[in-house]
């Protein structure tokens, strides 16, 4: 569906990151990976996926947190594939605390990778997809970006950011072609959702156990983890042309967490 696109997923050397950039080179598209990681373990992941997608993979190791980093893997991105046609912003890290204790300098990375991020390598991108006619920008939020759990306030507040930043620039390109959504999941088991549960136990005062059946799946009434398949397969349609008309949009894979 994909051949001759490139793409560039952030944070992909992980969770569900890597399971969009495996969707899209399973698509045929190039793909530029990024994140953090063993060196081994991220370069055999791009041997995979360039096999998968019959094109090519990269691996950038820039830091979201810093704009000069963002830039160069772009310009890299471009220079090799020829274009960036579909950006999936999906970089995120957690910290949970109480707001009267919430280190600062973990407020500010939170906002950076989570939310700055994406406004560095939409700002980047999009006026070529608007020249070439064609575009995807993929914003992995959160059920978080439409409501509140306690403790995560820079995380929160990055999401619902994040989904205001996609209503706008959606706005800002519609005519062109190039559509920008969100996709917000509920809890999916990856590594990030894995390494929160010793902190919210502390925090909480509670067993991890009860983090997880009680904390995390309590909201979602589907008493399931989302699996990072079905995050893969919405990122899947918002690039095919049944979705040319869905823009702006921010849309739910949790369970029904946000009926409730
Ligand atoms: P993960 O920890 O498995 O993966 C995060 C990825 O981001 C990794 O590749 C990591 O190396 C990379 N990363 C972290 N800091 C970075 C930085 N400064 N620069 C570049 N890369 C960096 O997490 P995940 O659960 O797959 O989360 C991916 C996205 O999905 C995040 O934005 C997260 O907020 C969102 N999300 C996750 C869940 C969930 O339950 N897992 C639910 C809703 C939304």
Redesign the pocket.
Known sequence: MLKGKSAIV?????????GIATMLAGESANVMI????DRDEIEQLRLELAELSGGSCLYSD????QPDQIEAMICESTEKFGAVDIVVN?????FVSPIEEFPADKWD?IIA??MT?AFHTIRHTLSAMKNSGWGRIIN?????SLVASPYKSA?VAA?HGLVGMTKTVALECAEYGVTVNAI??????????A?QIPATAKTRGISEENVINDVMLANQPTKK??S?EEVADVARFLCSSGANSITGANISIDGGWTAA
Do not use: C, E, W
Request: glycine residues 14%; without cysteine; hydrophobic residues 40%.
């Open positions: 952030t944070g992909s050397t992980s969770g569900i990151g890597r990024n994140g953090f990681g820039a830091d979201m947190m999906n970089a995120g890290i957690q990375a990778i989570n991020s992995i939020a959160s059920a978080h995380y999401k917000s999941p509920g809890y999916v088991m990856t590594p990030l959702v390494n983890f989302v990072i």
